[in-house]
């Protein structure tokens, strides 16, 4: 408990402090993850250099430096969300193109949302409900602790996006009675072990994949919009939908995997850095 409350109160205190000042922070932070905690080095490296054979080692040394500097960022604005308003978000936060979702939304057509873990996707899945007219749900997976597990889902939801827990996906989404909802659904998730059921080709290698996001929009008869999210400057971000299949029924055996899986390789390549390359990915590969 009393873990729990100094926590929470040290995340308040850097929420407080003004974007410029928790940015200074951030570089500390990468200063201290990347030489001197050494933060998941050989995973991040690993990852690189399998995923960028052709790169040479100074190029795989500028974007391991370049991840540090893209998780502080990440983390620092995550403890932002403890105190962030509203309007702060609705000018830091931009969707370029939100004709996309509402045309689906009048046709009453719900979506399936799919994006990676590029950027700070923590802001991108809190502040997508001030965006679109469709009622916005994800998935979650409760936390051990269930004080950190009620916080980080009132941290989420504070913008009107509904959390469900990952077991009741399924029950969730087949009763889901709202008009056109939106599922934020992540696309690079690694399966476990026993539940791989396909393979697709991903950064340089035959990659797990889950199969959620294609069986659901059948199911479901949910349109597939992948989004492409770029940070303009620090704190500042810009997304751009792209709408991949509207008739999910009329597809091909994994065509919509393949697809949004090749849409999310397509955005890491133009700017690497900023996925997270810590995350242990392929270690079912």
């Known amino acids: 408990m009393i873990g729990y409350y100094l926590a929470i109160g040290f995340g308040k205190l850097i929420s407080f402090l003004p974007f410029r000042l928790l940015y200074i922070f951030s570089d500390f932070l990468k200063f201290l993850m990347q030489n001197v905690l050494k933060y998941r080095k050989a995973v991040i490296e690993e990852n690189l250099k399998k995923s960028f054979p052709e790169k040479t080692e100074e190029e795989i ?161 949910l349109a597939v919009v992948f989004i492409d999210i770029e940070r303009v400057r620090r704190g500042f971000y810009e997304v751009t939908a792209h709408l991949l299949f509207d008739k999910p029924n009329e597809t091909t055996g994994h065509e919509i995997t393949d697809t949004h899986v090749q849409a999310l390789e397509k955005l890491i390549r133009k700017k690497p850095q900023d996925w997270l390359w810590s995350h242990k990915r392929w270690k079912h590969a």
């Open 61 to 221: 040394s500028k974007l391991r430096s370049g991840f540090y500097s893209n998780f502080a960022d990440l983390l620092v604005e995550s403890f932002k969300s403890l105190s962030v308003s509203k309007k702060t978000m609705e000018k830091r936060f931009v969707l370029k193109n939100p004709e996309v979702f509402q045309n689906l939304y009048d046709n009453n057509q719900g979506v399936i949302m799919v994006m990676g873990h590029y950027t700070n996707f923590e802001w991108t899945a809190m502040s997508i409900p001030l965006c679109v007219p469709n009622p916005c749900f994800a998935v979650y997976h409760p936390l051990k602790n269930k004080r950190f597990s009620k916080k980080v889902v009132k941290i989420r939801e504070q913008f009107g996006l509904e959390l469900f827990p990952m077991e009741e996906t399924y029950p969730f989404m087949l009763n889901n009675e709202a008009k056109a909802p939106l599922y934020v659904f992540m696309a690079d998730q690694s399966p476990h072990k026993g539940k791989i059921k396909y393979r697709s080709p991903f950064l340089n290698r035959e990659t797990p994949v889950h199969l959620g996001v294609e069986n659901l929009s059948k199911k479901c008869n």
